[in-house]
Structure formats: structure tokens, C-alpha cells
């Protein structure tokens, strides 16, 4: 059975980084974009970042300029480096792909003190 796990996740104060990773475990062929959301608690999850098989990325205004989407195509897995982290950030962060289906991971908590 095909998974994305997600790690990297913790508590930070505000201003620190964190680095989040996120790999496969089993194979998927043909993997298009991977891609970053989170969800706060009582919020609707979000788009964080989105990186695509050339290596183009995208990202949501809140966080540009202090995130950073990266992938290795050969690993299959996808990094999140997060710096300058504000409380805002606090959330379960989900790793997302798409290949011939869309594939999640379970999440892994980010907590930002003020």
C-alpha cells in the first residue's frame, strides 16, 4: 500500500525555521506535482506550496519569501524549509502528489509560540 509520511514537525518559537519532509513509502510511477497544505485548527486546510516535476513552484502570498518547496524526483520525496515562522503558521502540515490518483499523508504538527 502506497503512503506519504510526513515528518519534521514541532514546536518552535516565532522566528525559528523548521524542515519538513515528506516520502513515499511503496512505489508511485509517474509522479506530477507534490505539494504542501496545512490546516489550523477550526480552519479549512489550505494551500501551502506546490513544486511540479520541472522543479516550477508556487506559493501561497502568506508564506513567500520564507518558505521554500524543494523535491528529489528520485527519492519521490518533497521538503518544506520553513523559516522566519510566525504563530499564523501553527497547523497540521499534509504532503500531498499526484500521480495516475492523488495521494495524502496523515500530517504532522507545526506549533509556533509567541
Known amino acids: 500500500q502506497v503512503q506519504l509520511v510526513e515528518s519534521g514537525g514541532g514546536l518552535v518559537q516565532a522566528g525559528g525555521s523548521l524542515r519538513l519532509s515528506c516520502a513515499t513509502s511503496g512505489s508511485i510511477f509517474g509522479i506530477n506535482a507534490m505539494a504542501w497544505y496545512r490546516q489550523a485548527p477550526g480552519k479549512q486546510r489550505e494551500f501551502v506550496a506546490l513544486i511540479n516535476s520541472g522543479g516550477t513552484t508556487n506559493y501561497v502570498d502568506s508564506v513567500k519569501g520564507r518558505f521554500t518547496i524543494s523535491r528529489d524526483n528520485a527519492k519521490n520525496a518533497v521538503y518544506l524549509q520553513m523559516n522566519s515562522l510566525k504563530p499564523e503558521d501553527t497547523a497540521v502540515y499534509y504532503c500531498?502528489?499526484?500521480?495516475?490518483?492523488?495521494?495524502w499523508g496523515q500530517g504532522t504538527q507545526v506549533t509556533v509560540s509567541s
Open positions: 500531498t502528489a499526484w500521480a495516475r490518483t492523488q495521494y
